[in-house]
């Protein structure tokens, strides 16, 4: 569901992997991994940043 959700609001707001990886201040290798779901238990500190370069909810990024 993480990677979907990744893909789904990154793709909504015409984000690249490279972009979205950027504006949370993430590795791009890391955007890769969590929406091919090589990463499947990600840190907290990840999940806030993406929700918050996404503009939603930790629990909507992670499909609660």
Known sequence: MLS?????YRSKLGLTQE???RKADISYNTIIKLESKGIKDPRMETLKKLAEAL????????GK
């Open 4 to 8: 979907e959700n990744i893909k789904k």
């Open 19 to 21: 972009a979205l990886a």
């Open 55 to 62: 503009s939603i909810s930790i629990d909507k990024l992670v």
